[in-house]
Nanobody, 127 residues
């Protein structure tokens, strides 16, 4: 099993940006895709984005396209989520997750494809 550790969360004003990082360790060789999910208080966990480890192919939740960008650094085994023009509704606990499945086979609900999860990093958007 891989270990995942998120960082980069914090308090930001509406319209601001944050870059989340996810450091991978342990049994990472079996992972084919990496993803970001979020969970707001009182709401279900929702899919944000995922990236295919080998070639960087990406998928996004439709409503977040254009504001969020997922990327990876293969040499450092890290995954990133750049979040721009943040709004109060983006406030949530953000999780990094790893999957042994290719993103090409994934469809909703995406969380069922991800086995390894981090503890999450809190993002709060407020003035």
């Amino acid at each position: 099993q891989a270990q995942l550790e998120e960082s980069g969360g914090g308090l930001v004003q509406p319209g601001g940006s944050l870059r989340l990082s996810c450091a991978m360790s342990g049994r990472t060789f079996s992972l084919r895709s990496m993803g970001w999910f979020r969970q707001a208080p009182g709401k279900e966990r929702e899919f944000v984005s995922a990236i295919r480890w080998n070639d960087g192919t990406t998928i996004y939740e439709d409503s977040l396209k254009g504001r969020f960008t997922i990327s990876r650094d293969m040499s450092r085994e890290m995954v990133f989520l750049q979040m721009d023009n943040l709004q109060p509704e983006d406030t949530a606990l953000y999780f990094c997750a790893g999957s042994q499945s290719e993103i090409y086979v994934m469809n909703v609900p995406y969380s069922r494809y991800f086995r390894d999860w981090g503890q999450g990093t809190q993002v709060t958007v407020s003035s």
